[in-house]
């Protein structure tokens, strides 16, 4: 009890002197507010990034490459979204700062809120990848709205020149050469007697991914295959963006309508 007493004294004297002040109750709960907004929003935030990530390896054309194997490898480390993910980890790694700062942290195992952080922003971040926030995002983005300028830096990727790959959208084919639509622009990519391409007949219209060298700005392709346009959604938009929907040709003979092999069409027995 007098060890108790002194220090109240003690306490009392240096509030008297003014040494000390106190805090009003309403400050305290103030910063306590504070630190859980920001929490709040460092998470959010985490989440949002991670949904990114999804969207991004799952619309682009990164996972494209490692359709080709082992020799795809460079392309898809190329287009691979670092900026995202490092975005992603930095918001994480702030979370988890926070709940060390905050009086929260003393009342559980560290351990288990930094598994339920991320548990929570996983999860969270696969829900939203089924409700199109993404995609509205990346709207945002490349019809430079103000609200999309944010993203910008983090999705541009999504779409830049490569050096080990290409993806676009066929719209005529040479001999030695076929000149594809990508989201920058028109582009012919050289073919060579050493380019592997598929069985299947290339045609106006279909979108291929193809891996080779850029030099000089000419890209040489090393092998290529077509792929469906669904698998490459952020390309596909790209495109479409610039030049619009692609617009079929119709050949009439006999009463018979003739499209290009990639366009799918029901036809009788009367066109045979």
């Known amino acids: 009890m007098d060890t108790n007493s002194e220090i109240e004294k003690k306490i009392m004297t240096e509030i008297e ?5 106190l805090k009003s109750k309403y400050i305290f709960w103030a910063e306590k507010f504070g630190v859980s907004s920001a929490f709040v929003v460092t998470v959010l935030l985490a989440i949002l990034f991670f949904n990114l990530v999804l969207f991004y390896l799952k619309s682009s054309d990164n996972l494209a490459y490692l359709s080709f ?3 795809g490898v460079f392309a898809f480390l190329e287009s691979f979204p670092y900026l995202l993910v490092v975005a992603f980890i930095i918001f994480i790694l702030l979370a988890g700062t926070i709940i060390v700062k905050s009086d929260f942290a003393y009342k559980s195992p560290f351990g288990f809120l930094a598994l339920a ?8 971040g696969i829900v939203l990848t089924y ?6 995002i990346e709207q945002e983005t490349f019809e430079s709205r103000p609200s999309g300028f944010l993203f910008k830096p983090f999705l541009s990727r999504g779409l830049e020149a490569r050096h080990n790959g290409i993806v676009g959208r066929i719209i005529e084919i040479g001999d030695s050469n076929i ?6 622009g028109s582009e012919k990519i050289i073919l060579t007697n050493e380019s592997l391409l598929p069985t299947e007949p290339l045609s106006e219209g279909i979108f291929i991914v193809a891996l080779g060298s850029r030099d ?3 890209f040489t392709v090393s092998k ?4 469906n346009p669904e698998e490459i959604q952020m390309i596909r938009r790209g495109v479409h963006r610039r030049f619009g929907q692609f617009q079929f040709h119709v050949i009439k003979s006999g009463g018979c309508k003739f499209l290009p092999s990639s366009t799918i ?3 009788t027995s009367s066109c045979f």
């Open 17 to 21: 002197s003014g040494r000390v002040k």
């Open 69 to 71: 194997g082992n020799s």
């Open 117 to 124: 952080i991320v548990g929570v922003v996983i999860v969270c």
């Open 131 to 136: 409700t199109g926030v993404a995609e509205k």
């Open 179 to 184: 000149t594809i639509q990508t989201p920058r």
């Open 216 to 218: 000089d700005g000419n």
């Open 224 to 227: 290529l295959r077509i792929i």
């Open 265 to 267: 069409i029901q036809v």
